[in-house]
């Protein structure tokens, strides 16, 4: 795929959504971190349901600590891997207070040095709560990375690095919503709606449907 087809893409689709954003609802950056690290394995929507309640008692993590590990599970048993999951927040909290002041650090090696943070919720963080232009490439980005030709790779991380290389810099900051919600919605797994799709005429994959 060639320079200018990806921008075309990348301007179609911001024409569609000019202002993207995480479909995770937070209150601050502590907020979503939480989120991004409650969000593996699950949806946004199944991850909003358990924060709701949660968000209101919890906006640092000074408070997550007071509310403690088996409080925390009693607010996200229904999310996947929700025991594995408070306990890694309860840790990184630990972490926040005591090496960062209480503050969500914008440094990719501390964000990763948190349990549960993996470089995907690295990225997210940088992307969403910093504005830095970085790419997380979920099984959506992936999909659609590859079936459209954007940015095939084998893995997420030959995916990301494409997509750093090859998305040009005035779409950088917002390439990672508009992939994923692209991938969420139109480039679907089973069959993508290929009839209502704005790139159709762009995406180079063979196997097209009519829907």
């Known amino acids: 795929m060639n320079r200018q087809k990806r921008i075309e893409i990348f ?21 979503l971190l939480v989120a991004v690290v409650l969000s593996a394995q699950a949806t946004d929507k199944g991850v909003n349901k358990a924060t709701a309640a949660l968000f209101r008692k919890v906006k640092t993590p000074a408070a997550m600590l007071k509310l403690g590990e088996a409080g925390l599970k009693e607010h ?3 999310i996947g891997l929700f025991n594995t999951k ?39 963080i940088l992307n969403t709560a910093f504005g830095q232009p970085t790419i997380a490439v979920d099984t959506h980005i992936f999909r659609v990375a590859n ?7 084998r893995n997420v991380l030959e995916v990301e690095r494409k997509l750093e290389k090859f998305t040009p810099e005035e779409f950088r900051q917002d390439a990672h919503h508009w992939l994923i919600l692209h991938g969420r919605y139109t480039c679907i797994a089973r069959k993508p709606r290929c ?3 704005v790139i159709e005429d762009l995406c180079e994959y063979k196997h097209k449907s009519e829907d």
């Open 11 to 31: 301007t179609r689709l911001r024409a569609e959504n000019p202002a993207p954003t995480t479909e995770l609802l937070y209150g601050n950056e502590f907020q």
């Open 195 to 197: 009839g209502s799709c």
């Open 147 to 153: 079936r459209t030709g954007i940015a095939p790779g």
């Open 86 to 124: 408070a306990r890694n927040l309860i840790k990184a909290c630990e972490m926040l207070v005591t090496q960062h002041g209480g503050k969500v650090p914008h440094e990719r090696a501390a964000l990763e040095a948190l349990p549960g943070v993996g470089r995907k919720t690295a990225n997210v």
């Open 76 to 78: 996200i048993k229904t």
